[in-house]
């Protein structure tokens, strides 16, 4: 039950798209990820997904079987990914941008899509 320093766990790793493990709240997980580029198209069928961008800016795309849009969260602001809509994160220009997840222990990193950046274990700092 210590105070945990965000912007020092920030500073205990360097790969992208590989989330960490901060924190635990009953069955929901605090992750922090470092993101350049583009991810990959995917959904969490079961679960929501919360994104506060601490550093940068990102673009979050989303997609319907009927629309495809995307909406820029800034640095301070959250973005939560409802349940079975696909999206895709990716940071604006070459800029990294660092986020806090907030996500159900279960959920997994891309959903039923495997990529060569899918994690299934997300290290504890």
């Known amino acids: 039950m210590k105070p945990i320093n965000v912007k020092e766990k920030f500073g205990k790793f360097n790969k992208q798209w ?5 924190a ?3 069955d929901m997980q605090v992750l922090l990820a470092k993101l350049q580029g583009e991810f990959v ?10 994104f506060f961008v601490q550093k940068g800016t990102l673009e979050m795309h989303f997609r319907t079987k009927d629309k495809e849009w995307m909406e820029l969260v800034n640095e301070g602001e959250i973005i ?4 079975g809509v696909d999206h895709c994160p990716k940071s604006v ?8 997840l907030f ?12 990529d060569e950046k899918t994690q299934t274990e997300y290290p504890r700092i």
């Open 80 to 83: 939560v990914v409802p349940k």
């Open 41 to 50: 198209w995917h959904n969490h069928k079961e679960e929501d997904e919360l």
């Open 103 to 114: 996500e159900k222990l279960a959920t997994k990193h891309t959903g039923e899509v495997q």
């Open 18 to 22: 590989h989330p960490h493990q901060i």
């Open 24 to 26: 635990t709240v009953d």
């Open 93 to 100: 220009g070459k800029e990294e941008v660092h986020v806090l």
